[in-house]
């Protein structure tokens, strides 16, 4: 079947590359005309190694929107709100959104299916399915063993983009019908790593940060939890799995911001470095406001946003975590 994936960064291309494989055809649209021109010589974006010739890239909406009914939401959480407004007036037709963005509105503290439903009117969204889990990229391009989880409230819709996605040989789906527990697990991993990230770059040792690895996922939970979503998901693939792939790994961009973090560096030092995605910085302001509203308890997640708003040094922060009062482990 015809995918049109909007944003053909790291990770949308690479999907377009599973996409083939599946014997499907998908067309990529993106903003960043040196991207569309590097896909469309068959070279991903940002990986050195050549996709297959049938990927196609444009800057043309109209084109995009009539190639596929189907939708993949492939850019960065923060260009989301845009991107669909501008996909908006250009629909004609009901589409199914498959997004795989992970990230939260800091102002709104809104999830991308709060953000899709807001934006896109009823009549135009026949489905909306969050594809999540722990993946480089770097790693789904080589064809190595990733599983990735497909959620939707239609149980149906998300066994069909099981099917799609699925390959037998390298990329293993399962489903569920928890969005809201896949999508905030997806997005508050990412806010751990950069504070796992931290750990590693103030150099407080492996002990340190399996217990910021740890208590990350306490957060998760609580987050979870208070959002509506099901705990369980949280200590699945789209929760700890995704956690435990980004907040120890060089291939993270979150946690390699951390790691500066660590060493000294400022966030806008850190963005004139990085040309790419940080989704976890902009979670953890994020996480700051929601936790405020709903009254949840995320220490690691408070610690950080002090260090990100210049108000603690990082070894401040450590400090400050270390001595608050003593409590029980029991869940
Ligand atoms: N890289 C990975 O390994 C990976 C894996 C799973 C999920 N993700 C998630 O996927 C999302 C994208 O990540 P990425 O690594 O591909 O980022 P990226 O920065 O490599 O690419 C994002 C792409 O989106 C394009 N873009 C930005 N605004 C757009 C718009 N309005 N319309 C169309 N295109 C637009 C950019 O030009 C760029 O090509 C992020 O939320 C990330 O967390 C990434």
Redesign the pocket.
């Known amino acids: 079947m015809n995918i049109t994936i909007?944003?053909?960064?790291?990770?949308?291309?690479?999907l377009a590359q599973v996409l083939t494989d599946n014997g499907h055809q998908p067309l990529i649209?993106?903003?960043?005309q040196t991207?569309i021109d590097i896909i469309n010589t068959h070279r991903h974006?940002?990986y050195d190694c050549q996709i297959p010739t049938n990927i196609k890239a444009t800057n043309h909406l109209d084109e995009a929107l009539a190639f596929a009914d189907w939708l993949v939401l492939?850019?960065?959480?923060k260009?989301?709100r845009?991107?669909l407004s501008?996909i908006k007036p250009h629909l004609f037709r009901p589409v199914v959104i498959i997004n795989?963005?992970?990230?939260i509105e800091p102002d709104t503290s809104k999830r991308i299916s709060e953000i899709t439903k807001e934006v896109i009117p009823p009549e135009f969204l026949k489905g909306y399915v969050v594809l999540?889990?722990p993946?480089?990229?770097?790693e789904?391009i080589l064809r190595r063993p990733t599983l990735l989880v497909s959620a939707s409230e239609d149980e149906a819709l998300a066994k069909q983009v099981r099917q799609v996605f699925n390959n037998e040989d390298y990329l293993r789906i399962y489903t569920s019908t928890d969005v809201i527990g896949c999508e905030l697990g997806?997005a508050v991993k990412?806010a751990i790593a950069v504070i796992s990230g931290a750990c590693t770059g103030l150099n407080l040792g492996e002990n340190a940060r399996a217990a910021v690895i740890t208590r990350g996922i306490v957060e998760i939970v609580r987050v979870v939890e208070a959002m509506g979503g099901r705990k369980e998901t949280a200590f699945g693939l789209t929760g700890i799995g995704d956690l435990i792939v980004t907040a120890s790994s060089e291939?993270s961009?979150n946690f390699r911001a951390g790691k500066k973090i660590g060493q000294g560096m400022t966030v806008a030092q850190i963005y004139a470095e990085e040309?790419?995605?940080i989704?976890g910085i902009r979670t953890i302001e994020a996480m700051h406001h929601l936790a405020a509203q709903k009254g949840i308890e995320l220490p690691l997640i408070e610690a950080a946003y002090g260090i990100l708003q210049g108000r603690v040094s990082a070894s401040e922060a450590t400090s400050h975590l270390l001595k608050r009062t003593l409590k029980s482990e029991d869940f």
């Open positions: 909007i944003g053909g960064g790291a990770w949308g291309t690479t649209y993106d903003i960043n991207t974006p940002f492939s850019m960065p959480s260009a989301v845009d991107a501008a795989v963005a992970k990230g999540t889990g993946s480089h990229a770097e789904v997806g990412n291939h961009r040309k790419q995605t989704e």
